[in-house]
Protein backbone atom coordinates (compact mmCIF):
# COMPACT_ATOMS: atom_id res chain seq x y z
CA UNK A 1 0.00 0.00 0.00
CA UNK A 2 2.86 2.49 0.65
CA UNK A 3 4.74 1.92 -2.27
CA UNK A 4 1.17 2.67 -4.21
CA UNK A 5 1.55 5.89 -2.03
CA UNK A 6 4.75 6.70 -3.18
CA UNK A 7 3.96 5.70 -7.00
CA UNK A 8 1.07 8.21 -6.72
CA UNK A 9 2.96 11.29 -5.13
CA UNK A 10 5.14 11.00 -8.23
CA UNK A 11 3.22 10.61 -11.04
CA UNK A 12 1.02 13.84 -9.03
CA UNK A 13 4.92 15.59 -8.86
CA UNK A 14 5.53 14.48 -12.84
CA UNK A 15 1.80 15.68 -13.91
CA UNK A 16 2.55 19.16 -11.96
CA UNK A 17 5.60 20.12 -12.82
CA UNK A 18 5.15 18.52 -16.10
CA UNK A 19 8.23 16.37 -16.43
CA UNK A 20 8.26 14.19 -19.11
CA UNK A 21 10.80 11.53 -20.83
CA UNK A 22 11.89 11.46 -24.31
CA UNK A 23 8.59 9.66 -25.80
CA UNK A 24 6.46 12.34 -24.01
CA UNK A 25 5.52 10.18 -21.38
CA UNK A 26 5.27 10.94 -17.34
CA UNK A 27 8.82 10.91 -15.78
CA UNK A 28 8.61 7.98 -13.03
CA UNK A 29 12.29 8.10 -12.26
CA UNK A 30 11.77 9.73 -8.56
CA UNK A 31 9.83 6.54 -7.79
CA UNK A 32 12.72 4.90 -7.29
CA UNK A 33 14.66 7.62 -5.30
CA UNK A 34 11.62 7.92 -3.21
CA UNK A 35 10.85 3.89 -2.13
CA UNK A 36 14.76 3.98 -1.13
CA UNK A 37 14.33 6.52 1.29
CA UNK A 38 11.04 5.33 2.90
CA UNK A 39 10.49 2.27 5.66
CA UNK A 40 9.59 0.04 3.35
CA UNK A 41 12.56 -0.09 1.70
CA UNK A 42 14.37 -0.80 4.87
CA UNK A 43 12.19 -3.65 5.99
CA UNK A 44 12.49 -5.12 2.52
CA UNK A 45 15.84 -5.51 2.87
CA UNK A 46 16.37 -6.75 6.11
CA UNK A 47 14.49 -9.99 4.69
CA UNK A 48 15.65 -9.68 1.28
CA UNK A 49 17.26 -13.21 2.00
CA UNK A 50 14.97 -15.47 3.70
CA UNK A 51 13.22 -16.62 0.71
CA UNK A 52 16.34 -17.10 -2.25
CA UNK A 53 18.26 -19.20 0.73
CA UNK A 54 16.29 -22.30 0.18
CA UNK A 55 17.34 -22.36 -3.13
CA UNK A 56 21.24 -21.95 -2.08
CA UNK A 57 23.84 -25.05 -1.32
CA UNK A 58 22.10 -24.42 2.07
CA UNK A 59 19.38 -26.68 0.94
CA UNK A 60 15.63 -26.71 2.38
CA UNK A 61 16.51 -27.31 6.15
CA UNK A 62 19.54 -24.92 5.45
CA UNK A 63 17.58 -22.45 4.28
CA UNK A 64 15.05 -22.79 6.99
CA UNK A 65 18.24 -22.80 9.61
CA UNK A 66 19.70 -19.39 8.26
CA UNK A 67 16.35 -17.72 7.27
CA UNK A 68 15.39 -18.04 11.32
CA UNK A 69 18.62 -16.89 12.82
CA UNK A 70 18.97 -14.19 9.26
CA UNK A 71 15.31 -12.75 10.61
CA UNK A 72 15.62 -13.16 14.50
CA UNK A 73 19.28 -12.45 14.99
CA UNK A 74 20.96 -10.62 12.10
CA UNK A 75 17.85 -8.76 10.35
CA UNK A 76 19.70 -8.82 7.20
CA UNK A 77 22.89 -7.14 8.18
CA UNK A 78 25.01 -8.83 5.96
CA UNK A 79 27.12 -7.84 2.82
CA UNK A 80 25.79 -10.51 0.45
CA UNK A 81 22.39 -10.71 -1.21
CA UNK A 82 21.49 -13.83 -2.22
CA UNK A 83 19.44 -14.05 -6.13
CA UNK A 84 16.94 -16.03 -7.11
CA UNK A 85 17.06 -18.31 -9.62
CA UNK A 86 15.39 -17.47 -12.91
CA UNK A 87 12.18 -16.34 -13.57
CA UNK A 88 8.45 -16.77 -12.62
CA UNK A 89 8.33 -17.98 -15.94
CA UNK A 90 11.17 -20.05 -16.32
CA UNK A 91 10.11 -21.88 -12.99
CA UNK A 92 6.29 -22.84 -14.58
CA UNK A 93 5.95 -26.43 -15.85
CA UNK A 94 3.49 -28.00 -18.22
CA UNK A 95 0.37 -29.38 -16.40
CA UNK A 96 1.10 -32.89 -18.16
CA UNK A 97 4.15 -33.07 -15.81
CA UNK A 98 2.43 -32.94 -12.77
CA UNK A 99 -0.50 -34.91 -10.81
CA UNK A 100 -3.75 -32.35 -10.47
CA UNK A 101 -3.94 -31.66 -6.37
CA UNK A 102 -7.10 -33.29 -5.27
CA UNK A 103 -8.03 -30.33 -3.01
CA UNK A 104 -10.51 -31.07 0.27
CA UNK A 105 -13.93 -28.84 -0.02
CA UNK A 106 -14.66 -26.05 2.20
CA UNK A 107 -15.24 -26.61 5.35
CA UNK A 108 -17.35 -22.87 6.50
CA UNK A 109 -17.04 -21.11 8.91
CA UNK A 110 -13.29 -22.23 8.73
CA UNK A 111 -12.62 -21.74 5.01
CA UNK A 112 -15.08 -20.55 2.08
CA UNK A 113 -14.93 -20.60 -1.36
CA UNK A 114 -13.17 -18.03 -4.13
CA UNK A 115 -15.50 -15.12 -4.31
CA UNK A 116 -16.96 -15.41 -0.77
CA UNK A 117 -13.26 -14.81 0.44
CA UNK A 118 -12.63 -12.00 -1.28
CA UNK A 119 -15.83 -10.18 -0.38
CA UNK A 120 -15.12 -10.43 2.76
CA UNK A 121 -11.65 -8.84 2.20
CA UNK A 122 -14.06 -5.45 1.56
CA UNK A 123 -12.47 -4.80 -2.51
CA UNK A 124 -14.64 -2.98 -4.69
CA UNK A 125 -13.99 -0.78 -7.55
CA UNK A 126 -15.75 2.03 -9.75
CA UNK A 127 -18.74 -0.34 -11.56
CA UNK A 128 -17.51 1.60 -14.57
CA UNK A 129 -13.92 1.38 -14.07
CA UNK A 130 -12.54 0.37 -17.68
CA UNK A 131 -10.64 -2.54 -18.24
CA UNK A 132 -7.10 -1.84 -18.09
CA UNK A 133 -5.58 -5.55 -18.45
CA UNK A 134 -4.79 -6.76 -22.14
CA UNK A 135 -3.58 -10.04 -23.86
CA UNK A 136 -1.51 -8.20 -26.46
CA UNK A 137 2.86 -8.28 -27.15
CA UNK A 138 3.91 -4.64 -26.30
CA UNK A 139 4.56 -3.73 -29.98
CA UNK A 140 0.62 -4.87 -30.54
CA UNK A 141 -1.70 -1.40 -30.75
CA UNK A 142 -4.50 -3.47 -29.81
CA UNK A 143 -5.53 -6.87 -29.18
CA UNK A 144 -6.49 -9.05 -31.72
CA UNK A 145 -8.85 -11.70 -31.93
CA UNK A 146 -5.79 -14.38 -33.50
CA UNK A 147 -4.03 -13.17 -30.71
CA UNK A 148 -6.34 -13.73 -27.88
CA UNK A 149 -7.09 -17.19 -29.47
CA UNK A 150 -3.25 -18.20 -29.73
CA UNK A 151 -3.43 -17.52 -25.62
CA UNK A 152 -5.92 -19.16 -24.79
CA UNK A 153 -4.92 -22.37 -26.81
CA UNK A 154 -1.60 -22.36 -25.11
CA UNK A 155 -2.63 -21.66 -21.80
CA UNK A 156 -5.50 -24.33 -21.99
CA UNK A 157 -3.76 -26.78 -23.79
CA UNK A 158 -0.28 -26.89 -22.19
CA UNK A 159 -0.94 -24.87 -18.54
CA UNK A 160 -4.39 -25.95 -17.23
CA UNK A 161 -5.22 -22.56 -17.72
CA UNK A 162 -2.65 -21.33 -15.29
CA UNK A 163 -3.46 -17.52 -16.12
CA UNK A 164 -6.88 -18.35 -14.28
CA UNK A 165 -5.33 -20.19 -11.20
CA UNK A 166 -2.98 -17.48 -9.99
CA UNK A 167 -5.53 -14.98 -9.42
CA UNK A 168 -6.75 -14.90 -6.04
CA UNK A 169 -9.73 -12.76 -7.04
CA UNK A 170 -10.76 -14.38 -10.22
CA UNK A 171 -10.11 -11.29 -12.28
CA UNK A 172 -8.86 -13.91 -15.32
CA UNK A 173 -11.41 -16.82 -16.19
CA UNK A 174 -11.37 -19.64 -19.07
CA UNK A 175 -15.35 -20.41 -19.26
CA UNK A 176 -16.89 -22.70 -20.87
CA UNK A 177 -18.67 -21.83 -24.39
CA UNK A 178 -22.36 -23.02 -24.49
CA UNK A 179 -22.25 -22.87 -28.19
CA UNK A 180 -18.44 -24.20 -28.63
CA UNK A 181 -15.82 -21.72 -30.43
CA UNK A 182 -16.54 -19.90 -33.70
CA UNK A 183 -14.18 -17.46 -35.75
CA UNK A 184 -13.22 -14.41 -34.25
CA UNK A 185 -14.76 -14.76 -31.71
CA UNK A 186 -11.22 -15.34 -29.93
CA UNK A 187 -11.83 -18.47 -27.76
CA UNK A 188 -10.55 -22.10 -28.28
CA UNK A 189 -12.35 -25.59 -28.66
CA UNK A 190 -14.92 -24.05 -26.37
CA UNK A 191 -12.87 -21.97 -23.70
CA UNK A 192 -12.90 -17.97 -24.03
CA UNK A 193 -10.54 -15.91 -21.67
CA UNK A 194 -12.92 -13.38 -19.67
CA UNK A 195 -11.06 -10.40 -18.13
CA UNK A 196 -13.70 -9.40 -15.01
CA UNK A 197 -13.18 -5.95 -14.51
CA UNK A 198 -15.82 -6.10 -11.16
CA UNK A 199 -16.62 -8.97 -9.61
CA UNK A 200 -19.54 -9.06 -6.62
CA UNK A 201 -22.05 -11.33 -5.22
CA UNK A 202 -25.77 -10.35 -4.78
CA UNK A 203 -28.21 -12.46 -4.17
CA UNK A 204 -26.60 -16.08 -4.28
CA UNK A 205 -25.72 -14.71 -8.10
CA UNK A 206 -22.38 -13.53 -9.47
CA UNK A 207 -22.28 -11.16 -11.18
CA UNK A 208 -19.63 -10.14 -13.61
CA UNK A 209 -18.78 -7.41 -16.10
CA UNK A 210 -16.82 -9.26 -19.26
Not at 102 to 125: A, C, I, Q, R
Not at 130 to 158: C, D, Q
Not at 180 to 186: C, I, T
Request: proline content about 5%; aromatic content about 8%; charged content about 25%.
Amino acid sequence: MKTGMLAADTAFESLTEERVTEEGAADMSKYEEAFKSSWVHKELWQVRNVRPSFNTKLGIWGGIMYSGMDTLLVKGRVSWTFKHRGSDAAQTGRAQDFKPIDYPPFEPPLSTDLMTSVSLTGTNHAEDQPIHLLVRKPEEPIEEAGKRTEHVKRNVEEFAGLLGRACPAGVYEYVNLDGGSSAGDGSWDGKKLVINSQVREWGGHRLSEH
